[in-house]
């Protein structure tokens, strides 16, 4: 295979922070890479990294199968398009995108030749003597497209290029890079936070979170096929819901059982199962039913409907379908095996080390939280806490230790938490309570919730 | 008549602040030795000052130049050193960034008076033969803050991302600086350049307390010594006039190119 970026085992921190956490990626030539993630995932600074920018704390990055560390970013085979353009004022059109070429002393001609070429490409011929700062938005990018294509670079870096256009613009925009990197044959390493634009430009997408890449595959890989609950949650709209696969092509969830495609996850083992809501089909025949639910809410979405249902077992499931029905009515649906995605497990419950203090105390992530327990002082064991197990309060002192709601997912009829601590560690949390991503919230475990206290490597 | 009050304040307020210029400007046009006494007009006193034929002590003109030639060198260097100062303090973070605002803030407040001694008793200790290079030193010591002050604020309205970008299109990093950053931050180089000048052409206290025994006088430190031996030269009197129209001119010139900055920015 021919790859033309080679990234391998590549950790960065800032401070105390893990920005990027054992990156492993590569990119083939004349592809078109997209890097995707919430904000603060690490995919620009992995952009940075491979622009020469930020030197990596550990790994490495190849290109052509050289090592670039160590290589200024003056040096290197590649160019950058900026997130808010950073054309350089004092220029006018015509000498911004120059910049380069006179740099490497091309001939007067040349560059006169190229410059001329490269704005025909994107579009503005006839601004050539425009002052910058008197161009449009949309103008602006086009420009710090040409000025970088116009040095041939082998991989052409975009660190969100589109995110300061309008919706039109930035429509419009995507189908000419599109238009662009096919034309131009140049590698294309774009980072974006917005879902919808990678999985319209990309031919492969890297789904970033929390500095680690949890997905790597084509557009319709990512969204068919999600590997587990955040790629699912953050491409696209689904139902995530709690499942158990019963045996071989046999999985239940929402308390019914249906038939899926997945094999190899064993009998009777905890899964998370997503439904994507244009997958949840309505119809008329008994016998096709497998099960039925009352329409709770029905929204106009321009080419859909939207409805939220509840299921008679009690889950809500959010389907969208061309045809709209009446909101309290009754209607019978059904899933097809083949949209069903099962996913493992991430984990079953919290799992934390800590320190026994006395029959009543454990120390656990740096607190003395009250958990009964048969153990003598300073034995060092393994608790293991159910996600229920986990009691969140709005009084931050009631609390043993605080935190901060940092990611949230609803299971159908009930939430699934993620917390992030004040000293950074994650808990999982599963509750009924509505919280919003960034409360503050008092952290407490529940000892009669079924949690588990075992040495230490046993 | 709110109104009228209102304005005979204005008006009021800026004959007590012109009239000790006006007063000088119009005796500078009369060829008296005592102020305050008209003797007809004449524009001698003009000619004397330029053609160097003076009345009085002829190293008036001595002084002049000394004063421009330090203002000049004193302007220039710190314009460097200041520029460079505030790239540096605009890529530091935190706690460190802070720390050194506020140091480059403190001689800015500190009275004249104050630099002035310890200047003196610094290069003393550090047995420095008093004269040109000491004041010179001097001046840019008190001028530099004020250039990384005028500068700063341009690094930060500047585009973070536009050095790196020059790095990418293949400059080296004194490329970088050269065509990209000093273009982005000239206009706040030449306000910096223009008041450090302005700051050490009216200097007294720190010059007087830097310049040692060799004789060494500036405009300020000679008019305070003329004064002191006896009513002033009277060539003091046009030159007063035609400083205080140089400065004029370059407040003016300051205040137009602000005017033009902030239009380019509302155009933007």
């Known amino acids: ?310 299921t008679d077992t009690g889950y809500e499931l959010m389907i969208q379908d061309y045809d709209p029905y009446p909101v309290g009515s009754e209607v019978m649906l059904y899933i097809d095996p083949d949209d069903i995605q099962v996913m493992h497990k991430e984990r079953l419950c919290n799992t934390l080390y800590g320190t026994v203090k006395d029959a009543e105390t454990i120390e656990l992530l740096g607190a003395d939280f009250p958990l009964p327990n048969t153990f003598e002082a300073g034995t060092e064991v393994k608790v293991e806490i159910p996600f229920e197990a986990i009691d969140l309060m709005d009084n931050l002192d009631d609390g043993v230790i605080d935190g901060e709601v940092h990611f949230i997912l609803y299971m159908g009829n009930h939430y699934h938490l993620t917390i992030k601590t004040d000293d950074g560690d994650f808990l999982w949390v599963d509750t009924n309570d509505i919280w919003d991503k960034g409360d503050l919230v008092g952290i407490q475990f529940k000892a009669d919730k079924g949690i588990k206290i075992t040495k230490k490597d046993e | 008549m709110k109104k009228f009050f209102a304005k005979l304040y204005i008006w009021v307020l800026l004959v007590i602040l012109y009239a000790p210029l006006v007063f000088i400007a119009v005796f500078s046009f009369t060829e008296s030795k005592v102020l305050g006494s008209w003797e007809g007009f004449s524009p001698n006193l003009y000619r004397n000052l330029l053609t160097g034929q003076m009345q009085g002590n002829a190293s008036l003109l001595a002084a002049v130049k000394n004063t421009l030639l330090i203002a000049v060198i004193a302007a220039a260097v710190s314009t460097l050193l200041g520029t460079v100062a505030a790239i540096g303090i605009h890529n530091m973070k935190g706690r460190a960034k802070k720390t050194v605002s506020f140091l480059n803030n403190i001689p800015m407040i500190n009275p004249d008076i104050i630099t002035g001694v310890s200047l003196f008793l610094l290069f003393v200790f550090l047995h420095f033969s008093q004269g040109y290079t000491t004041v010179i030193l001097a001046h840019i010591t008190f001028c530099t803050p004020y250039v990384v002050l005028s500068v700063l604020p341009k690094l930060q309205q500047m585009n973070p991302n536009i050095y790196e970008a020059a790095l990418d299109l293949g400059a080296t990093p004194a490329q970088a600086l050269r065509k990209v950053l000093i273009p982005q931050l000239k206009p706040g180089m030449v306000s910096g350049f223009i008041l450090a000048f302005t700051m050490s052409l009216d200097d007294f206290a720190v010059t007087f307390f830097t310049r040692g025994t060799i004789g060494l006088d500036t405009l300020s430190t000679y008019i305070y010594t003329d004064a002191r031996k006896g009513g002033l030269t009277p060539e003091l009197r046009p030159l007063m006039t035609l400083i205080f129209l140089v400065i004029l001119i370059l407040l003016i010139i300051i205040n137009v190119r602000q005017d033009r900055l902030q239009k380019q920015n509302e155009n933007r």
């Not at chain 1, 920018?53 to 670039?68: A, H, V, W």
């Not at chain 1, 071989?248 to 905890?270: L, P, S, T, W, Y």
């Open chain 1, 1 to 310: 295979m021919d790859k033309i970026i080679d990234i391998k085992g590549l950790s960065k921190s800032f401070g105390d922070k893990k920005v990027l956490q054992d990156i492993n990626l590569y990119v083939r030539r004349g592809e078109f890479l997209t890097l995707l993630g919430p904000s603060g995932c690490g995919k620009t600074t992995l952009l940075r990294m491979i622009a020469g920018f930020l030197q990596p704390d550990e790994g490495s990055i190849l290109m052509d199968g050289k090592e670039l560390a160590g290589i200024p970013p003056h040096e290197r085979p590649l160019n950058t398009v900026f997130q808010r353009y950073a054309l350089f004022p004092h220029l006018d059109v015509y000498d911004n995108i120059a910049f380069g070429l006179k740099l490497k002393k091309v001939p007067e001609e040349e560059i006169d030749k190229r410059v001329r070429k490269v704005l025909k490409l994107v579009a503005m011929s006839d601004y050539e003597d425009r002052d910058v700062e008197t161009l449009s938005g949309g103008q602006q990018q086009r420009i710090a497209i040409a000025r970088a294509i116009v040095n041939q670079p082998k991989v052409l870096l975009l660190d969100e290029p589109l995110a300061a256009l309008d919706l039109k613009m930035r429509k419009d925009m995507q189908i000419e890079l599109k238009e662009m990197h096919k034309k131009l044959g140049i590698t294309f390493i774009y980072v974006t936070h917005d879902q919808e634009e990678a999985l319209t430009l990309s031919d492969t997408i890297a789904v970033f979170n929390e500095g680690r890449i949890q997905q790597i595959g084509t557009p319709t890989d990512i969204y068919n096929e999600p590997v587990n609950c955040f790629v699912a949650d953050f491409i696209g709209e689904s139902n995530i819901l709690k499942g158990k696969m019963l045996r071989d092509r046999r999985v239940a969830f929402i308390k019914h059982e249906f038939d899926c495609v997945d094999e190899g996850f064993g009998e009777n083992v905890k899964v998370d199962v997503v439904v994507r809501p244009e997958d949840i089909y309505f119809t008329t025949d008994p016998a096709k039913c497998q099960f039925k639910a009352k329409v709770n809410t029905c929204t106009f979405k321009g080419v859909h409907y939207e409805m939220w249902v509840d």
